[in-house]
Structures are given as C-alpha cells and as structure tokens.
C-alpha cells in the first residue's frame, strides 16, 4: 500500500523527504558501479515488471489494500543501488500518473518500498548465500529476502505513523 498524502504530519514527510533523496543519491553513485551493457537494460525490464505487478493489488484489512513490492526481487537481479532507482522511478511515476502515495509521500514510499525492501532484501540475500553457498543460495536467499523484508517495511511505517500519524487508527488496528 502507498503512504496517502496527509497520513503523516508535514515534519515527519519533509524529514522522509530528505533521507530518501539522500537515499537516492548515495544509489546513483552506487549504480554506477553496478551498470553496464548487460545490467542497464536488465533494469529497465525489472523497473517495468515491478510496476506492471505493483499494479494488481489485493484486499489486506481495514478498508485497504496491497500489492507486491518487488524490493528483495530488484535487488537480487540487479544489486542494491540500482533496485533503489529502479524502486524510486517506479514510485515516482506511480505518485505523478496514478496518485499512488501523491507528492508529499513520495519520500516516505521510497524510504518504505524502495530502501528498506531493498536494503533488508540485499543483507539476507547475501548472508544466506554466504552461509549455503551460491549454487543452493540464490533461491533460498531470494525468498528469506522477499519474505522479510516486506514485514519489515511495514513495521518500518508503523514506526512513522507511531512518531506523526494523522489518520485517527488505533496502535493496535495498525499493527
């Protein structure tokens, strides 16, 4: 689910605002390192599957919906800085065309489905492939990725709405 604008207090979206900006410019250094011939285009196509799979959402509880993040899977194809981007892009044209989120949470959304799936993804992509190896790790490590880090985001909005919610939703509703 998208962070509507106004759900959250103007402070804790311009605090979002600026980490996930910063969040995105450490990733265009960092995918730089990570493009070339053949993970430029792989990125394109993983922006646009992404976006094609966000699209379908799914009932999830009190009056809401879901969808797919497709953070850890990013991550996996085409390393951490460039998932960033390619999450970042996704939720940008979402938030303009669609009004998925809107403008004033379009930092909360990068930090909630495109930082933290991303990074949380990436870790336990790596820790399980060092610990069973590449040959068993890669679909093993994909699933721990995907699996935990799409709970963890949605903590990591509880989080923020526990430090400035607007919506007037109990603790535990949220939960």
């Known amino acids: 689910m998208h962070v509507p604008d106004g759900f959250l207090t103007a402070p804790v979206s311009v605090a979002t605002g600026v980490v996930a900006a910063g969040g995105v410019a450490f990733a265009i250094r960092g995918a730089r390192k990570e493009l070339d011939e053949k993970t430029a285009p792989m990125a394109g196509l993983v922006a ?43 939720l940008l044209v979402q938030s303009l065309l669609f009004a998925d989120g809107g403008l004033t949470a379009l930092g909360t959304n990068i930090i909630l489905m495109g930082v933290v799936p991303v990074a949380v993804g990436w870790l336990l992509f790596k820790l399980v492939i060092a610990m069973v190896g590449q040959r068993k790790g890669v679909v093993a490590g994909a699933t721990v990725a995907a699996l935990v880090s799409v709970p963890l985001a949605a903590l990591s909005f509880v989080g923020l709405y526990v430090v400035g919610g607007t919506a007037n939703i109990s603790l535990t509703a949220l939960l």
């Open 48 to 90: 646009a599957f992404i976006f094609a799979v966000q699209m379908m959402n799914f009932p999830v509880g009190a009056g809401t919906s879901g969808h797919l993040i497709g953070g850890a899977l990013a991550a996996v194809l085409v390393g951490p800085w460039t998932a960033m981007l390619c999450m970042s892009v996704v």
